[in-house]
């Protein structure tokens, strides 16, 4: 067993920080898009904007959550108008969830808003310090698809 050594204790911390940060920021950004939505909802909108139509099951599978926390999310959005099923052409007992134009715009918005802080934030940085950061994420973020 490895040794809890500094660095990975720092890195605990920091990291403890910086999910604790973001989840209340993309609560914030959530309710930008509708005040109804909780945190969760953001997500579900980057998703859905960059990755097209999708099952319900792939995105649960996708953000490790269950069928039923992911249902009762997209629940809200359609029930808001901002997301719509349509029936899957691969499989006619699936449907495709998708943005309707009033949820693109509203999350587009919100999301511009939110690039514009980053932008802020990190006007100091070196191009390579941001593109360091931003593979070393993906790096991290990377682990939860790999079996140990």
Do not use: C
């Not at 997500?43 to 904007?49: I, K, S, Y």
């Not at 997209?74 to 943005?99: K, Q, Y």
């Amino acid at each position: 067993m490895r040794q809890h050594t500094p660095e990975l204790l720092d890195l605990e911390r920091e990291l403890t920080v910086f999910l604790r940060r973001a989840r209340a920021f993309s609560g914030e950004l959530a309710r930008e898009v509708h005040p109804e939505l909780e945190p969760a909802a953001y997500g579900l909108f980057v998703r859905l904007d960059e990755g097209g139509a999708q099952r319900a099951t792939d995105l649960a599978a996708y953000f490790g959550v269950g069928k039923a926390t992911i249902s009762r999310q997209l629940r809200v959005l359609e029930n808001l108008g901002l997301i719509t099923r349509a029936p899957d052409p691969d499989d006619g007992r699936a449907s495709l969830v998708h943005l309707t134009t009033q949820g693109r715009d509203r999350f587009r918005t919100v999301r511009e808003a939110r690039r514009a802080e980053y932008v802020r934030k990190l006007a100091t940085w070196d191009p390579a310090e941001i593109a360091e950061l931003a593979r070393l994420m993906h790096q991290l973020n990377s682990l939860s698809d790999v079996e140990t």
